[in-house]
């Protein structure tokens, strides 16, 4: 059963993440749902978002790609962190017809100072277009909570 996670600093003054903010005007409102292992967000591209006449631009499916590796980060491992590497494959061009699109990401390893993500995004017909792995510094919890405003998981999970 997927579950809503909730964005536990929607609201709070200042923030206005690109990705993930619901109240930044130019960002990609994204949201996210988990299930298992695994951390999901649907995310419908709006025709400004394209390189290529009708393509999603590369550089935004990298920042969705980033911004759902740190939801990952936030949720499966309870922590928070930066960004320290990412490699992205792209397969095939997202064509904005073709959505919504799906991205999913899990924990392909990781230890008390880095994680690796492996994130996929699939257009709406499935088709695997482009895959990331995200490496990701992770903070200790104590840091995370002081220096990074980390609120504690029960802050994003009912």
């Not at 130019?26 to 949201?31: E, N, P, R, S």
């Not at 590796?69 to 992205?88: C, F």
């Not at 405003?149 to 802050?155: D, M, S, V």
Request: hydrophobic residues 35%; charged residues 20%.
């Amino acid at each position: 059963m997927q579950r809503f996670i909730k964005n536990p600093y929607a609201g709070n003054p200042g923030y206005s993440c690109f990705g993930c903010s619901p109240d930044n005007d130019h960002g990609l409102h994204m949201q996210f749902y988990i299930e298992d292992e695994t951390v999901y967000c649907r995310w419908e591209p709006k025709s400004y978002y394209q390189g290529y006449e009708n393509v999603l631009h590369g550089g935004i499916q990298s920042t969705l790609m980033d911004e759902i590796a740190s939801w990952t980060v936030y949720t499966l491992l309870q922590t928070a962190g930066v960004t320290s590497r990412m490699e992205i494959r792209y397969r095939k061009p997202v064509l904005l017809q073709n959505s919504p699109i799906e991205l999913q990401a899990t924990i392909a390893n990781s230890n008390k100072r880095l994680a690796s993500i492996s994130v996929k995004l699939f257009d709406s017909t499935g088709t695997l277009c482009t895959q990331a792995v995200v490496e990701y510094f992770l903070f200790d919890p104590e840091k995370a909570k002081n220096e990074f405003n980390y609120p504690g998981i029960e802050a994003f999970i009912d």
